[in-house]
Nanobody
Framework: QVQLVESGGGLVQTGGSLRLSCAAS????????MGWFRQAPGKEREFVAV????????DYTDSVKGRFTISRDNAKNTIYLQMNSLRPEDTAVYYC????????????????????WGQGTQVTVSS
């Protein structure tokens, strides 16, 4: 089992920045692909960003490329999502997700590939 706890959400104005954190426990962190998803009211959960076990590979949904950066600190069992130039359409509950893997170069971009989920943290961007 893996426990994931997100933090760092809040209210920010358009153009502002936030950094989300997700702390993991319960399983070897270095063997986990880690991702961020988000869900806006009335919409389905969507992929935001993913990072491989070694941090060598990352991927982002097109709408956040150049604005968001995912990173991980394997010594702290934590991942981060640095969000810059925030827009009202970024408003959503952001979820951290984890998936076990044997492959250092694997990344997953669909929610069904993830086994573990955090409780979510609200991000609200005002116009």
């Amino acid at each position: 089992q893996v426990q994931l706890v997100e933090s760092g959400g809040g209210l920010v104005q358009t153009g502002g920045s936030l950094r989300l954190s997700c702390a993991a426990s319960g399983r070897t962190f270095r063997a986990l692909i880690m991702g961020w998803f988000r869900q806006a009211p009335g919409k389905e959960r969507e992929f935001v960003a993913v990072i491989s076990t070694s941090a060598a590979l990352t991927d982002y949904t097109d709408s956040v490329k150049g604005r968001f950066t995912i990173s991980r600190d394997n010594a702290k069992n934590t991942i981060y999502l640095q969000m810059n130039s925030l827009r009202p359409e970024d408003t959503a509950v952001y979820y951290c997700a984890a998936a076990g893997t044997l492959y250092a170069s694997a990344v997953y971009t669909t929610s069904r590939d993830y086994e573990y989920w955090g409780q979510g943290t609200q991000v609200t961007v005002s116009s």
